[in-house]
Structure formats: structure tokens, C-alpha cells
């Protein structure tokens, strides 16, 4: 992994000193109710935005390319 043993046994070293508090982005915070509904909410949220993009997208793609296809049947028709 390329990680050093000088880096590796500081680390034991801090964990061993510090407990969790030695990596403190991975300890889980304790939240309250509402803080862990809002948090719910922002996820669902930020996903539901992330799914109207892609819909966006698709809804104009496709309507793109049926508006192409009219016009292609359309001077077709017409030269004929």
C-alpha cells in the first residue's frame, strides 16, 4: 500500500495513546433525533436532485431525437 513503518507505528502509537479520538473523522457522533432526520432528508434530497438532472437529460435527448426523426420522415415525403 505504500505506507511507511515509521508512518504505521505512529499510528498504532496515536491509537493506542488517543483511542478514538485519534482519528476523529471516523467516530460516530452522537445525534439527536432531529438531527439525524435532517440529515436523512439532505441525503434523500440530494439524491432526488441528482435523479431530476438525469431525467432532464434523458426527457431532452429524447425529445431531440424524435424532433430529428420528424424532419427526416418529413423531407423524405417530400422528396419523393
Known amino acids: 500500500m505504500g505506507i511507511s513503518i515509521p508512518t504505521l507505528r505512529r499510528w498504532l ?41 438525469i431525467l432532464k437529460k434523458v426527457t431532452a435527448c429524447l425529445g431531440q431525437n424524435s424532433t430529428l426523426m420528424g424532419l427526416a420522415r418529413f423531407f423524405a415525403k417530400q422528396s419523393h
Open 13 to 53: 502509537r496515536e491509537v493506542s495513546q488517543q483511542g478514538d479520538a485519534a482519528f476523529p473523522g471516523l467516530v460516530r457522533q452522537d445525534l439527536t433525533p432531529e438531527q439525524e432526520e435532517i440529515r436523512r432528508l439532505r441525503k434523500e434530497d440530494e439524491i432526488l436532485r441528482e435523479k431530476r438532472k
